[in-house]
């Protein structure tokens, strides 16, 4: 009886109207970029460079598990061709010059750089692979961003523990130097760790992405400690030992979704998602007291003791740990795709499985109908969140540099994508809202260049300004409308609302 009470809560809270929530509404006249914005668009290593054993490159943990449980993944795919990108980086580049991209986000592959996970041992094929992608796009000025951690870990370092081994830290900093002694004098944009939150709740508290570790409320926390204390490392031997003579910015791209509340009374729980999923790493990097959300600290805490641990299963900093991770980012990398409403009642209690980071947040998220748009439920439509959080995170750590690092929409394929058009139009004209009120966001990064491998959906989402062909040996890429309207976008430095572009050829403009 008790089960069914919740359920039926949580069925009534899921289907109220939501009363309309406007930001700014929508602007209609045509508006312009602030001057030196730059635009990209980003791709990651496992996601598109196939190539999975070839040329000395080693097993990471995505070659693991699709090789071996290949049908944890929905459609039983892998990555071992994806969009061919190793062998097709020249037609990549080509496609960064038809739409004017400043820049291109890609990540770097450890185990095709590394194949023994530690330095003893450089892939010089690997290196070259990476060094002519980077060559090509700098002769026609586009700059490289480079991710050097985008879930891709070596198999080898996480059969001994990965991001809940201490020693990850040495291990990734290694990695990192590494890297930067590689490609620093080209790269001026390193990204440390893409998304933490899924690296560690994902992976490992979790089972939607690898490892799918499970091992709920402990490990994640494990590997969020760990993690943190990885990036400030990296950032810290960057920026005393490379940055006097390469002069690059090195950052951290954090996931960070909009959490919000229908009704006031749940407002404090709105908050605590927020600090939960992704103040737990913006708070240390980027406050100004640094260290964990107190909100965190105290609720993991509590749910320690009443469940029996005898110290609380979040990891605490030390003093000389939290100074380390404070200011350890020169911007605020976001990644943001979506809005989440939350609601806490006597409902909850019990309602997930203990011990969880879900179960220490203690309530429950919900989307409305209103917010689907297209066939695919993997991206809502909520422009009015993105706004909201820019504006949080202006307000909560006093105002930083902000680079959207990743912003996007899936569906399942098809080149006239009018839906993701309708998204990616709203959502810019939203983060111009939040500009215009005094956000400092520098650039945006479309996610993505072209489809790829979308982890444990495989192939089913599509998130490419360009359609892949998987049938044909050419990985056959093919712009969609999405692509004509972000070329619009870059080429003239304006959002117009009401732009209808001409889709029969995609050329190279002069200059690019």
């Not at 690997?126 to 870990?153: A, F």
């Not at 939350?342 to 499985?353: D, F, I, L, M, T």
């Not at 056959?476 to 309207?485: E, G």
């Amino acid at each position: 009886m008790w089960s069914i009470q919740r359920i039926l809560i949580f069925v009534i809270a899921s289907i109220v109207i939501a009363e309309t929530k406007t930001i700014n509404n929508t602007r209609h006249e045509v508006r312009k970029f602030p001057e030196n914005f730059r635009f990209g668009t980003a791709t990651a290593s496992y996601q598109v460079e196939g190539a999975w054993d070839e040329d000395g490159k080693s097993e990471n943990i995505w070659d693991h598990i699709t090789h071996t449980n290949p049908c944890v993944v929905k459609d039983c795919s892998n990555g071992d061709i994806a969009d061919d990108s190793y062998h097709l980086y020249k037609r990549d580049v080509e496609m960064m010059r038809e739409l004017g991209l400043d820049f291109y986000r890609f990540s770097l592959s450890w185990t095709r750089i590394l194949p023994t996970s530690f330095p003893d041992k450089i892939n010089e094929a690997g290196v070259q692979y990476y060094n002519n992608l980077i060559d090509e796009m700098l002769k026609y000025n586009i700059k490289p961003m480079v991710t050097l951690y985008h879930w891709d870990l070596p198999q080898k370092l996480q059969e001994m523990g990965g991001w809940t081994n201490p020693n990850i830290i040495d291990w990734y900093s290694d990695y990192a130097r590494i890297a930067f002694e590689l490609f620093g004098d080209r790269v001026k944009d390193w990204i440390t760790i893409n998304e933490p939150l899924q690296v560690c709740y994902y992976g490992y508290g979790d089972k939607s992405l690898a490892p799918l570790l499970n091992i709920k409320g402990v490990a994640d926390y494990m590997c969020a400690k760990n993690l943190l204390l990885a990036h400030a490392k990296a950032y810290h031997i960057y920026d005393k030992e490379f940055r006097p003579t390469q002069g690059g910015s090195i950052f951290i791209s954090l996931s960070a979704q909009w959490h919000d509340t229908e009704h006031e009374e749940f407002a404090d729980a709105a908050k605590d998602a927020n600090e939960f999923t992704w103040g737990i790493y913006a708070n240390p990097i980027f406050s100004d007291t640094g260290d964990f959300p107190d909100v965190m600290k105290k609720r993991v805490a509590a749910k320690s003791n009443e469940q029996g641990f005898y110290r609380s299963r979040l990891p605490e900093f030390t003093a000389e740990e939290i100074d380390y991770i404070r200011g350890s980012s020169d911007y605020f990398g976001l990644n943001h795709y979506s809005t989440k409403y939350v609601y806490r009642n006597e409902s909850v209690v019990g309602y997930h499985e203990s011990p969880s980071f879900y179960d220490d947040m203690e309530l429950v998220t919900y989307t409305q109908s209103e917010w689907k748009i297209g066939e695919s439920q993997f991206t809502k439509f909520v422009p009015w969140g993105f706004y909201k959080l820019l504006t949080q995170i202006k307000e909560a750590f006093g105002n930083p540099p902000v680079v959207i690092t990743e912003n996007g929409f899936a569906t399942y394929g098809g080149l006239d994508d009018e839906d993701r058009v309708t998204y990616y139009k709203h959502y810019i004209n939203a983060m111009l809202d939040a500009i215009e009120d005094g956000s400092d966001v520098r650039g945006y990064t479309a996610w993505s260049l072209m489809d790829n491998y979308e982890w444990l959906e495989g192939y089913t989402e599509r998130f490419g300004l360009y359609q892949v062909d998987y049938e044909s040996p050419e990985r056959t890429r093919t712009p969609r409308k999405s692509a004509f309207v972000y070329k619009q976008i870059l080429r003239t430095r304006e959002l117009d609302m009401h732009y209808e572009p001409d889709t029969d050829v995609m050329t190279i403009d002069e200059g690019h």
